[in-house]
Every structure is written in C-alpha cells, then in structure tokens.
C-alpha cells in the first residue's frame, strides 16, 4: 500500500496565513495539527505573522485561537514597519483585540515599532481611536509620555494634532502627564498645535489644568499659542488666551519680531485686529525687528 503523500510546505503556510487572515477558525484548527506549521511563521512579503494579519483584519476569534498555541509569541512585529499584533489592533482601532493582547503578562504596551518609533497609545492617539487609548492607559505599566523617534511627539501632542478631545481627556485627567512637553523637532507643545490647527475642545481641555503654561513660544519660530492662533486666523481660540491674565499679546516671535497684532493685520484679520485693539494693554505702534514696519504700515 502506498504511503500518503506528505502535504506541500509551503502551499501549507501560505493557506493558513490566508485562512488566518479570512477567519477560517476549522481550516487554522486543522492546519495547526500538522508538525511543519509554526504559528508564528512571517510571509514572504510583508513579513507578517498570523497575530499580525488577524489584528490587521480585526479577526477576534481567530487572535483567542492563536494565543491559545503554547509556542505562541505575541510580540513578533512585522518586517516592513517593525509593528506588533499589538499597534496594528491600536492602529486599526480594534478594541477587543487590544484587550486580548493586553491580558497577557509577557506583552509590552510601551514597545516601539521601528519605522516611526510609535508606541501602541502613540498610534491609537494619531487614529483617533478613544476606546484603545483608554485600555492601554488602565495598564498599570504604561507609560504616557513616550515621544516618537520622528518628531519626538507624545500621545497628547499627537491628539492634539487632530483634535481628538477624548483621548486629549484621557491623558489630562493622569498627573504623570506635563500638558506643556512639546515635541523636540520644532518644540511645539500640545497647546500651540490646537491653536494653530483650530481644535477649540482641546485648547479649552489644556486650558482647564492648572499647570499648564500659556504663554511659553516654541523653539522654531518663536511663537506663543496665542500667536499660532493668529496666524491661522482663529478668532475664538485667540479670544480664549487673551482673557487669561498670563498671556502677554504683545510677545514678538522670534523669526521676525511681529506681535499678535502683527500678525492680524499681515494676515488681513479684521475681528483678531479689534479684539487686540480693544484692549489697554496693547501697543498699537510695536514695530517688527526684520522690518521695523508697525501694523498698521
């Protein structure tokens, strides 16, 4: 009698990554039993392994199913980015998949991935995804601060970039978090970034910590949040600063001594340039150090 015939390799790991990635639970199951696959292998082209296609494709079951292998290893990242099954849950914004990694004691939330140095709360704060920021800030281990190797931006610059009040929220209400650390290339903190941008729930959320310090300029271009806010021409983020008594709105930036006042009138703002006027405290005659030129030249 002939023997049976050894099934092909190969055509076997890439039918379990695709059967991974499509949530085929029976043909996985199956296809464990053989002695030649390792649940852990990566394909050939991205360099992912099965825990990686399935948070990618937010495959729940399939994530409960694999972690359930004792030779198992939840960490792997992928080759083309250096991702863990972990940032691309985050990154996905898959919220039940996240909490399957994070119940585990042998996972890191505060790894990096290699590419852009992102942590999984860094990449859940760039998407905007709330529910998976707030998992990973309820681990006791996590650590809220970690900047990326781009920019050196942390999870609250990052939020405050777009917008996204909640996770800006979350990360306000831990006292290890410093509403004032800017990133390190162009050192501009979390409060400049939402002036500048125009997100008015995240200025008033920064504005809300008694800490924080409104009237500090990034290293660049020498610009207060009230500055940014000028410059983008946003009238109510502007009123918001200048009704707090430590902004100074006659602060010259750096680049090229123009003042807010300056500024609205460069920009041809019309409401900024009665806001400013209408206060005692305002110099309507302050002159730019490049140009020497008032606003109203």
Request: hydrophobic share 40%; proline share 6%.
């Amino acid at each position: 009698m002939d023997s049976p015939a050894k099934p092909n390799t190969r055509f076997c790991r890439e039918l379990f990554l695709w059967a991974v990635y499509y949530g085929n639970e029976g043909m996985v199951k199956a296809l464990l039993q053989l002695s030649d696959i390792n649940p852990n292998i990566k394909d050939t082209i991205y360099g992912r392994t099965p825990l990686v296609w399935a948070a990618v494709a937010g495959q729940e079951g399939m994530i409960k199913l694999l972690l359930e292998q004792e030779d198992i290893d939840p960490n792997i990242p992928d080759t083309k980015n250096g991702q863990t099954p972990l940032m691309w849950a985050a990154i996905n914004g898959h919220e039940g998949i996240a909490e399957c990694f994070l119940g585990r004691e042998d996972v890191n939330p505060n790894t990096k991935e290699a590419q852009h140095g992102l942590t999984a709360l860094g990449w859940a704060a760039t998407r905007g995804h709330d529910r998976v920021a707030k998992l990973l800030l309820q681990q006791e281990d996590i650590n809220p601060n970690i900047p990326d190797t781009w920019y050196g931006r942390t999870p609250l610059v990052l939020a405050a970039i777009d917008g996204y009040e909640k996770i800006a929220e979350l990360l306000l209400e831990r006292e290890d978090v410093n509403p004032n650390t800017g990133e390190n290339r162009g050192g501009r903190s979390p409060l400049m970034w939402a002036a500048h941008r125009g997100h008015e729930g995240v200025v008033k959320l920064l504005l809300s910590r008694e800490d924080i310090c409104p009237d500090i300029a990034n290293s660049k271009h020498g610009r207060t949040p009230l500055l940014w806010a000028v410059v983008a021409g946003h009238h109510r983020i502007a009123q918001l600063l200048l009704e707090r008594g430590d902004v100074n709105p006659n602060f010259p930036d750096s680049k090229c001594g123009r003042t807010a006042l300056g500024w609205a009138a460069v920009v041809g703002n019309c409401g900024i340039v009665k806001l400013l006027l209408a206060r005692e405290d305002v110099n309507p005659n302050a002159g730019e150090i490049e140009h020497g030129r008032t606003p109203l030249a």
